[in-house]
């Protein structure tokens, strides 16, 4: 049996506490210590999740020879610099998404990556999730044929407080959209045809109340088969049982139906109408995710959310702000 993969966590908030909750369930593979620049707040983590060490600052974490690994944690500003320290320290790095802000931040850190010989892994959880197998494998067996329309719809109406670090786009790297729109944008590019280009459309902003971001976008894309698709992306409509939506896929032999979180998959094509249910176990993603890191790390081999697949959706990103005539920070 491998040596347990030791990481720290650099940011002690609300994802940190997801990601601790997940770890429980890999059987001591991977043990985790908590950072933060209030050493209560890391050592309450610490006690809390039964890490193996807590730290007073970042740099502590990324001084201990006992840490393998880091897992950036903290608002997207950050993530750079954080990133640049880790790997300098000679840490394999998990970061949040959206990694970084520009283009030009994910090269230089595929560069220093590259020098140091260290695993960059993007912590995009739902490329994981069972729903999104499900996706793949389904068009992968060709039950709809050859995919002519993609549809996704994720809709709520969840709204910041005046005080989250969300409402900051200088914190968050942009709007909504770009601070967490980024994982369906992923999801859709995802399904085996390569997304190849994608255009934005922003609704007019309503200003008023404490969540002052811009909730809304809607994009339209090309896969390099020639299908096209739509994403219709809010967190200010309302949606049933506050968040119950559907998306659909359409093939010239048959329409894969689904609920957007993933509990439910239905599909009329060869062989026949059928129902699947994804699977509640994991049901995020984030313990298969940290299995490849893991795997990752021992073998040195690509995890499959590289930080080259990370920056396919970032160029897509790109492509959408630009078009919707307007800059992401």
């Known amino acids: 049996m491998s040596d347990p993969i030791r990481l720290a966590f650099l940011g002690c908030g609300f994802i940190t506490r997801v990601h601790s909750r997940n770890l429980r369930m890999l059987g001591g593979d991977v043990l985790c210590a908590y950072a933060s620049r209030d050493a209560s707040r890391s050592a309450d983590f610490c006690r809390r999740y039964r890490g193996f060490a807590s730290f007073g600052s970042y740099d502590a974490a990324l001084a201990d020879p006992a840490v393998d690994a880091v897992v950036i944690a903290v608002p997207p500003r950050f993530h750079l610099e954080l990133t640049l320290a880790a790997l300098d320290a000679g840490k394999h790095v998990l970061v949040e998404k ?70 900051d786009e200088a914190m968050a790297g942009g709007d909504a959209f770009f601070e967490e729109g980024i994982h369906w944008l992923h999801i859709a590019g995802s399904l085996g045809p390569k997304m190849v280009s994608a255009h934005g459309f922003r609704p007019r902003l309503q200003g008023s109340g404490p969540d002052r971001r811009v909730k809304s976008m809607m994009v339209a894309f090309h896969y390099d088969n020639g299908a096209v698709g739509s994403l219709y992306y809010s967190r200010e409509v309302p949606s049933l049982f506050r968040g119950i939506r559907f998306s659909k896929i359409y093939g010239r032999k048959g329409v894969i139906t689904f609920e957007s979180n993933g509990g439910i998959v239905f599909v009329r094509g060869v062989g026949g109408p ?12 984030y313990q298969a995710m940290y299995r490849d890191f893991a795997r990752a790390i021992r073998t040195g081999e690509a995890p499959e959310m590289s930080l080259e697949r990370a920056m396919e959706d970032h160029r897509l990103m790109e492509q959408i702000y630009a078009t919707a005539g307007v800059h992401p920070q």
């Open 98 to 167: 959206p990694a970084y802000l520009t283009m030009a931040d994910y090269e230089r850190v595929r560069e220093v990556r590259d020098r140091t010989g260290r695993v960059v892994m993007v912590a995009e959880n739902d490329h994981y999730k069972p729903l999104a197998v499900c996706l793949r494998s389904l068009l992968r067996r060709d039950l709809i044929g050859e995919l002519v329309f993609a549809h996704f719809t994720t809709i709520a109406h969840r709204l910041k407080r005046a005080d989250d670090w969300r409402n």
């Open 274 to 285: 059928r129902v699947i249910f994804p699977g509640v176990r994991d049901i995020r993603g």
